[in-house]
């Protein structure tokens, strides 16, 4: 897969930034999404490039379907398509149901459902046998939060994700037979900066408590766990979903 390109979207920082090196360091050529952060993006493929990778960084907003398409333009342009690394993602304030308005709501599912499903098609496009290409991998980020839905805290964060879950059940048995594998991880508290765009940057480390290992995990623990699914030694697992939560 060393001629392969993989996209990553939310790529400059937490678990995109790990993902991006990672893939990287496993020979594959990085197409970095950001949609804010421009310098957190570069220092991305600052970082690959002084391993001798190669890699690119491209604006985009996952919840604009315009910026989808430039996105994959611009890893066209980067050498074929293998691996698509669904993980921009949003939070909201910590908020009950009945104080969500619905422009949050819309927000929410526009990036991480509708955004994720937009990306995933433009990746079949390139890879699927059915449209002349060579197979690959698409991996979703889902969340343990799927499972437990986040009362009093963002039930709407929680219902994005169990739509993630099923949304990698039903496209990997649609692809399977097309060369694409396709499967989710499913994060549980981890020290990313998510938690402090919902407004609580301590929330991992006041939860761990509640963790079987007791602790927090870590941005490169779940980035290991993506790029084995990116792996020949992941070969015959799709409409998988991957619980790496420390038990939790």
């Known amino acids: 897969m060393t001629d392969r390109v993989a996209i990553v979207t939310g790529g400059s920082r937490g678990i995109g930034r790990a993902t991006a090196v990672a893939a990287a360091a496993r020979g594959f050529r990085v197409c970095v999404g ?19 990778g190669q890699a690119v960084a491209v604006k985009c907003d996952v919840g604009k379907e315009s910026d989808i398409l430039a996105l994959f333009k611009a890893a066209d342009k980067f050498g074929t398509l293998g691996a698509l690394i669904n993980n ?32 995933a098609r433009e990746a079949v496009k390139r890879m699927s046998t059915r449209h002349g290409g060579k197979g690959g991998v698409i991996v979703n980020l889902s969340s343990v939060a799927a499972k437990l839905g986040s009362p009093n805290t963002y039930v709407d964060y929680a219902a994005s ?26 994060p549980g508290l981890i020290d990313t900066e998510i938690h402090a765009s919902g407004g609580e940057p301590d929330r991992a480390h006041r939860l761990s408590h509640m963790v079987p290992m007791k602790r927090v995990g870590t941005a490169e623990e779940i980035a290991n766990a993506i790029v084995w699914l990116m792996s020949d030694e992941a070969s015959y697992v799709t409409s998988a979903i991957l619980d790496v939560s420390g038990g939790r």
């Open 161 to 186: 994700k169990g739509a993630i879950d099923s949304f990698t059940i039903g496209l990997g048995h649609e692809v399977a037979g097309e060369g694409i594998r396709v499967a989710a991880i499913r």
């Open 88 to 119: 921009a993602g949003i939070v909201g304030a910590t908020s009950r149901v009945d104080e969500m308005s619905a422009e949050r709501i819309q927000r929410m599912m526009a990036v991480n459902v509708t955004g994720s499903i937009l990306c």
């Open 34 to 52: 950001y949609v804010n952060h421009e310098a957190a993006a570069q220092s991305v493929v600052s970082a690959i490039e002084a391993k001798n």
